[in-house]
């Protein structure tokens, strides 16, 4: 089973789960303030559950190509859409500020 370290603590979930659902059902706070309320739940058009992973996971697919390729998010950033991101293997997370996560600041670790 892969692991999941994300704000301090290790989840165990099956290999290609889904990692939004993941997060949303440990108790993972993945939406910036107001994002909490207003997001696409999940259908990869909102962009604001962006993550950044270091590890094994799905390839980009359409939806997650096409929503960080428009502004706030940049292609050349190094994130993912969680609701658009299969776990294959053991991952690390970082959430970064702003609305869509697109800020330079980390709003948590793997670490904590």
């Excluded at 094994?56 to 993912?80: G, Q, V, Y």
Aim: aromatic share 6%.
């Amino acid at each position: 089973m892969p692991k999941v370290e994300v704000a301090g603590k290790t989840l165990q979930c099956d290999r290609g789960a889904n990692l939004r659902q993941v997060l949303l059902d440990n108790g993972i706070d993945l939406y910036n303030g107001k994002a909490k309320l207003i997001n696409c739940r999940g259908l990869g058009s909102c962009g604001t559950c962006a993550v950044e992973i270091e590890g094994e996971i799905s390839a980009p697919n359409w939806r997650d190509r096409t929503r960080r390729s428009l502004p706030p998010h940049s292609p050349a950033k190094n994130l993912r859409l969680a609701c658009q991101t299969q776990v294959l293997g053991d991952v690390k997370l970082t959430k970064y500020d702003g609305f869509w996560g697109q800020g330079e600041n980390p709003v948590w670790t793997a670490e904590g």
